[in-house]
């Protein structure tokens, strides 16, 4: 099978000037490693350097001239040095006058300088036309092919011309050129990469606040109040008992999380009796950091699961069947079969299994390579009412773990509810609100209002006639 688009191998000779030549100042990495493919696709590349006889790391075919040189042979420049080393661009800036420079340099913080490195070079040479682009691709990703790292090639300059050459050679490379617009926008472009999981920074907030929150708890119920209470050291239940009671917790309160935002967002649109309202800023986070809210939880849900299976195999639950199993014998007694009892294990372990089944479902639908190949309706269907079953459920199988337990007394240590109760709150307010919702009544106007109905005010003005105007 041919697979000439990511080989490494630099074509031949007469393979070049196909498309013209390429010219890129500065031998370091990204230098090389852009040359290599710009060689591949079919490009005559001309390296400028300050050292052009040390040239021996950089790709066979390419040629190695001074700066003054190289910029004689091409119309579009990389610019692959550091900023604070632009100001030997100045000497050149009567070679440079109309060349096109791609600025691909980024800074080790964001907000490092008042401006952008694009906007200070577009300064230093006013005559050259500064496009911005390549930043987002590191060195690596241009060597290992665009199948091991983004194909997105953000773009932006104040000519439109110049900003089409960038595109058009991006594109030759096999990777997708986005216009962002003018030169404006290289400030956000050169931070972008410095960002640290943007929208994974409130779920992890919330997984850490959670988990240490019920970890606390739990310790404090179950470890802590058995100590003071009957003088039993039970601190071995922390490592595997308590993390299983609090992995599952987080994770069904996180996967609520994830659909209580669009409950309130379809509460406010059924209060403002319009769509074009804008929502709270809080709400719009949010509701961009749903996908991470739900992996993260389930990534919690599968620890439960491992969790889970390891249980069995501990000293602790070995010795108590040991312990059970020698009391009946010198008791001379032997166990009942509980019908009840048999439904409720069965149906505990039925529940966890299919809402883990479904949640795997809606991680799995979440990657890019599999939400791109289902339309929107077949996307929401999966993300929004398997989502809801898979919510329902979940909160099912935390209902019959707990079952009755909640009525008694000694449930309730130091007068604080079971873990367990605590986690249903935010589940069960979602279900009830969303059961609310999809009744046809409401679910009726929720439709007209999404398709762009609107309610007419309470005191809408009227006029001669008596008949109300329409706002």
């Known amino acids: 099978m041919e ?24 031998t370091g990495d990204f230098g090389r490693s852009l040359g290599l493919r710009l060689l591949q696709a079919g490009y005559s590349v001309v390296f400028g350097s300050r050292n052009p006889q040390n040239s021996s790391l950089l790709p066979k075919g390419t040629q190695v001239l001074s700066h003054l040189e190289a910029a004689q042979t091409s119309s579009i420049i990389f610019i692959a040095v550091h900023r604070e080393n632009y100001e030997f661009l100045s000497a050149f800036s009567q070679e440079l006058s109309g060349k096109v420079l791609v600025d691909i340099s980024n800074n080790l913080r964001k907000n490092q300088y008042p401006e952008s490195n694009a906007e200070y070079l577009a300064k230093l040479l006013p005559q050259s036309n500064v496009v911005k682009a390549f930043n987002t691709v590191s060195a690596w990703a241009l060597q290992s092919g665009s199948l091991d790292a983004s194909r997105q090639v953000c773009v932006c300059g104040d000519n439109c011309e110049s900003k089409q050459m960038v595109m058009d050679i991006a594109r030759s490379l096999g990777l997708t050129a ?28 919330i997984a850490t606040g959670l988990t240490a929150a019920f970890f606390i708890y739990c310790v404090l119920t179950e470890i802590v109040y058995t100590f003071v209470t009957e003088g039993k050291d039970h601190s071995f239940r922390i490592v595997v008992s308590i993390a299983n009671r609090v992995f599952p917790i987080v994770s069904l309160i996180m996967l609520a999380l994830c659909y209580l935002p669009g409950v309130i967002a379809a509460t406010l649109q059924l209060y403002n009796g319009t769509k074009y309202k804008r929502f709270p800023d809080w709400l719009d986070k949010w509701m961009l950091c749903r996908k991470q809210l739900g992996l993260v939880a389930l990534a919690l849900a599968f620890l439960h699961v491992l969790y889970s299976l390891v249980i069995p195999l501990r000293y602790y639950a070995s010795y ?49 390579s599999v939400s791109n190949m289902v339309n929107w309706r077949e996307f929401r269907f999966v993300q929004s009412k398997l989502g809801h079953i898979t919510l329902l459920l979940c909160t099912a199988h935390t209902l019959v773990y707990g079952w009755n337990a909640f009525l008694y007394v000694s449930s309730y240590r130091w007068y604080l509810p079971p873990a367990y109760v605590l986690s249903l709150i935010v589940p069960c307010i979602v279900l009830v609100l969303k059961l609310i919702l999809i009744t046809p009544c409401v679910d009726r106007v929720i439709t007209r209002i999404r ?3 609107e309610r007419k005010p309470a005191h809408a003005p009227h006029d001669t006639t008596g008949q109300t105007l329409a706002l």
């Open 3 to 26: 697979n000439n688009c990511f080989n490494m191998t630099p074509l031949g000779p007469s393979a070049h000037n196909k498309l013209g030549t390429v010219c890129i100042f500065g």
């Open 178 to 205: 986005l216009d962002q617009g003018s030169l404006l926008a290289a400030k956000e472009l050169e931070n972008y990469p410095l960002q640290l999981f943007p929208l994974w920074r409130l779920p992890m907030y």
């Open 320 to 368: 108590h069947r040991h312990i059970y199993t020698i009391s009946q014998l010198k008791d001379n007694k032997s166990l009942t079969f509980d019908n009840i009892m048999a439904w409720r294990n069965d149906s505990f372990y039925s529940l966890g299994i299919l809402g883990f089944g479904l949640y795997v479902l809606l991680g799995l639908t979440s990657l890019p």
């Open 451 to 453: 398709q762009g109905w």
